[in-house]
């Protein structure tokens, strides 16, 4: 073993993402702190052309649910992130070096972590429900009140007529790279990332519909995994 983070990347997939405040001090515990943040997220999202599923802020750490970039890697985003807040914080160093990084492959498991991002406040007792932080996606999620950093969700699909965002229907993949002939034909991954990044949001806009279809609640995309069983609405 050589202690090195093995990072799967490029895979088309969504990515659970954490990372955390220098020695965990809680730099983000301030309002302005976490607008700061989420200014600093949507400018990044900006930039590099990706889809915010969830975050939530909390006094020492983030959570993130993205999707891999259009430009460069999710990697390059997070260092590019971490930066914009240091320095517009003036705090350094403001952030723990690296970062946790955990590929969504499914859409239960893209529902349990959305769910956890959203109750991490209830489980540090900083607030009662989701929707009392206001630094996450909760919010959206209920209402679909468009905050600071834009969410997609059922919400943005649907004014956008279920269309994908104008930056992936545009995205073309790249030519493939000149390879030996005798290498084996394993499929191109860019090609294969690129079939599975459509694929895999248009899967999620339609679990969405029929997970609200299920319970009823209209008021939120993925319902199961944003509000608990206390304030869910069965129809």
């Excluded at 723990?96 to 769910?115: C, G, I, M, P, T």
């Excluded at 905050?147 to 969700?153: A, D, K, L, N, Q």
């Amino acid at each position: 073993m050589n202690g090195k983070r093995i990072r799967h990347q490029q895979t088309g997939e969504f990515h659970f993402v954490t990372f955390s405040c220098y020695s965990r001090r809680p730099y983000l515990s301030t309002p302005s702190a976490a607008e700061l943040f989420e200014d600093a997220l949507e400018r990044v999202r900006q930039r590099y052309l990706f889809a915010v599923a969830g975050y939530v802020v909390m006094p020492e750490h983030v959570h993130l649910l993205v999707n891999e970039p259009r430009r460069g890697l999710l990697s390059t985003v997070i260092k590019a992130l971490k930066l914009s807040v240091s320095l517009r914080s003036g705090r350094r160093p403001f952030w723990q070096a690296h970062y946790y990084d955990f590929n969504v492959s499914s859409h239960e498991k893209f529902v349990e972590k959305l769910r956890y991002i959203h109750r991490n406040p209830i489980h540090r007792g900083l607030a009662a429900q989701p929707e009392d932080w206001k630094w996450s996606s909760f919010r959206h999620y209920q209402t679909g009140i468009r905050g600071t950093v834009e969410i997609e969700s059922e919400w943005t699909a649907r004014e956008r007529g279920w269309k994908l965002p104008d930056w992936m229907r545009d995205l073309r993949p790249s030519p493939p790279h000149p390879r030996s002939p005798n290498a084996r034909d394993r499929g191109h991954p860019q090609m294969k990332a690129y079939s599975y990044e459509i694929g895999a949001t248009r899967r999620m806009w339609l679990s969405v519909r029929m997970d609200s279809s299920i319970t009823g609640n209209t008021r939120a995309a993925y319902p199961a995994a944003t509000l608990s069983s206390e304030t869910r609405t069965r129809g």
